[in-house]
Each structure stands twice: as C-alpha cells, then as structure tokens.
C-alpha cells in the first residue's frame, strides 16, 4: 500500500457515470448561468431584419454559454477528469463583500473613498496579501479611476462624500 492519493475519491458522492465530477459540476454551473441571462433577457427588444436590439448580444451570449457549458458536462460524463477540489469560500466571500461594499457606499461616500475601501477589502480575500503594496495599488488604482471616470469619461459619479460637498 502506498501513500500516494488516489485519482479518484473513494467516497464520491457522484454516481459512477459522471468520470470528471468537476468537469461535470462547472458545466451544470455554465448551463444554469446561461439560462438566467435568457430569462433576464427575455424581456429585451431582439433582433429585427439586419438591425440589432438590446436583447441581441446577450441572447447570443447566453446560448454560447449554454452550449459550452452543455459540451463540458458531456466531456465530463465521457472523458475521465479531476475529482472535485475542495472548495475555499475565502476569497469568493471577500470579493463579494468588496462588490456590496461598493454599491452601497459610492453615493453616500463618493468614488475615492468607496474604491479604496473595496479594494481593501476584496484584498482580505488571501491570506498572501502584503498590505504595504496593497495600499500603494490601491491608492494607484483609486487615483485612476477618479480621474478616468468623472473627468475622461464625463460620468456623474461623486468623488467626494456627500457631507463634504456641503
């Protein structure tokens, strides 16, 4: 006997069929995305003759993903794959709460303050980050976007909390 993992758990949880259940997993993941933006778009004006509507390029977009999301749970049903990696909630939580924290505060807190807030924190999302460069990123990446966006782009974002303004 050795020490050596095996390629495939013992104790999977997926029927003998599916030989890459990560494979397996990811396209479901693709199908029911795909799905979502043809629902949510299925309200949008589509294509009529040679013009396009609203609706177009995220219908297309939508069946290309369903589609490739379909032919990767194929792959994975017919092809031998990985088995399903842990799973680290760590990073998709911290990005996620960077994302919220950012909606929420750009009008009440202005661009510079929100952007720099959020990018702290999506940072919290590895235990590798080294805070003396992530400050200097951030502070790089805020003063950008406070110049791209209200100025370059003429978008009416605040920049400035809003009791500061008055």
Same mark, same amino acid.
């Given at each position: 006997?050795?020490?050596?993992?095996?390629?495939?758990?013992?104790?999977?949880?997926?029927?003998?069929?599916?030989?890459?259940?990560?494979?397996?997993?990811?396209?479901?993941?693709?199908? #029911?995305v795909?799905?979502?933006?043809l629902?949510?778009?299925?309200?949008?004006?589509?294509?009529?003759?040679?013009?396009?509507?609203?609706?177009t390029?995220?219908?297309?977009?939508?069946?290309?993903?369903?589609v490739?999301?379909?032919?990767? #749970?194929?792959?994975?049903?017919?092809?031998?794959?990985?088995p399903?990696?842990k799973?680290?909630?760590?990073?998709?939580?911290?990005?996620?709460?960077?994302?919220?924290?950012?909606?929420?505060?750009i009008?009440?807190?202005?661009?510079?303050?929100?952007a720099f807030?959020?990018?702290?924190?999506?940072?919290?999302?590895?235990?590798?980050?080294?805070?003396?460069?992530?400050?200097?990123? #951030?502070?790089?990446?805020?003063?950008?976007c406070?110049?791209?966006?209200?100025?370059a782009?003429?978008?009416?974002i605040?920049?400035?909390?809003?009791?500061?303004?008055?």
């Amino acid at each position: 006997m050795t020490d050596a993992p095996s390629r495939l758990s013992e104790k999977s949880v997926f029927p003998k069929w599916i030989r890459g259940p990560q494979d397996f997993i990811g396209g479901l993941a693709l199908v #029911a995305v795909g799905a979502f933006a043809l629902w949510a778009s299925s309200d949008l004006q589509g294509m009529q003759g040679f013009s396009f509507g609203a609706g177009t390029a995220p219908r297309i977009f939508a069946v290309l993903l369903l589609v490739l999301g379909a032919v990767l #749970a194929i792959t994975a049903v017919l092809v031998d794959g990985e088995p399903m990696a842990k799973f680290h909630w760590r990073g998709p939580l911290f990005v996620s709460l960077a994302i919220l924290c950012f909606a929420v505060s750009i009008r009440p807190l202005g661009l510079i303050v929100s952007a720099f807030a959020s990018f702290l924190i999506a940072a919290l999302g590895t235990p590798e980050t080294r805070w003396k460069e992530t400050i200097i990123v #951030a502070t790089a990446l805020t003063t950008a976007c406070s110049l791209l966006f209200p100025y370059a782009l003429g978008l009416p974002i605040p920049l400035y909390p809003s009791f500061l303004i008055r």
